[in-house]
């Protein structure tokens, strides 16, 4: 099963990309997360510590690793360099374990053109790839608002790409600008899942906004989901009314990977 999730800043992503490899992984499946999200908090999601996480060096700033494997150092633009680099055995020597969750911190191409043929964008592009198509494992992408950057072969092969929104319009246009993109990457399986929910009343009137969405599911308004994240453990198991929420979101990601293969 490969599962991305994106969304603007703030809405739950993380926390949900979190929760949902923490669920597979406990089901006893083998699951890579990938934090691909500039903004990187998916270890302190998942429950690393503060000073472990800050240990975590992203794949785009290893600049030993890139020039190993694409023959190029970083920020080379114009210079040759593979376009086929070796990453087959990235997740085990630069992932961490997380609770039975293998995370990998992808980093992000922060330098201007970012979506140019760059070292460090070609050797993320070629990992995805590879984890996506070539891999047995589950695989939970965290992404940031923007998923150009996986590229048509890559999200061709996804299960699902979930979009995850809260109550507001801010949060609404994002999702709308994601499903855009998703339509031009070839994306077939988009869907919603409404996070910060107070009330029924509030739920529906989301669902309003959402025309031409398939509405996956909703999580809580957690006020120890919040403290969680103050605390700096993860929220996956800090409130049992937020648990029960993920566990249904899951259970329908289930049926709808196996309807997929009927």
């Known amino acids: 099963m490969k599962i991305a999730v994106s969304g603007k ?4 992503k993380t926390t949900l990309a979190a929760c949902l490899a923490k669920y597979y992984a406990q089901k006893g499946s083998k699951v890579i997360a990938v934090d691909a999200d500039p903004d990187a908090n998916l270890a302190s999601a998942l429950g690393l510590d503060m000073e472990e996480s800050s240990d975590l060096v992203p794949l785009t700033d290893q600049k030993e690793l890139i020039e190993e494997r694409t023959g190029a150092k970083p920020g080379g633009y114009g210079a040759y360099f593979k376009l086929n680099p070796k990453v087959d055995d990235i997740s085990q020597k630069f992932g961490v374990d997380v609770g039975g969750v293998r995370l990998l911190v992808a980093g992000t191409v922060k330098a201007g053109g970012s979506g140019c043929y760059c070292p460090e964008n070609v050797l993320l592009k ?3 790839k590879y984890l996506v198509v070539d891999t047995d494992e589950v695989v939970i992408m965290d992404m940031e608002a923007g998923i ?3 590229g048509r072969g890559t ?3 996804m299960d699902m790409l979930i979009i995850v929104i809260e109550p507001g319009m801010r949060s609404v246009q994002t999702a709308f600008a994601v499903k855009k993109m998703s339509e031009d990457l070839g994306i077939k399986s988009l869907f919603i899942v409404a996070n ?3 009330s029924t009343k509030e739920f529906e009137e989301v669902k309003k906004r959402l025309t031409g969405f398939s509405i996956l ?3 809580p308004y957690s006020e120890k ?3 969680s994240d103050l605390g700096f453990f993860s ?3 800090a409130d049992e009314k937020f648990k029960k929420a993920i566990m249904e979101i899951a259970e329908k990601i289930d049926v709808y990977t196996l309807d997929q293969k009927e």
């Open 9 to 12: 800043g703030g809405v739950g």
């Open 126 to 128: 070629r990992l995805f």
């Open 148 to 150: 150009e950057h996986l």
């Open 155 to 157: 999200c061709e092969n």
């Open 196 to 198: 910060k929910i107070k």
């Open 217 to 219: 599911g909703q999580m």
């Open 225 to 227: 989901v919040r403290e």
């Open 235 to 237: 929220p996956c198991e």
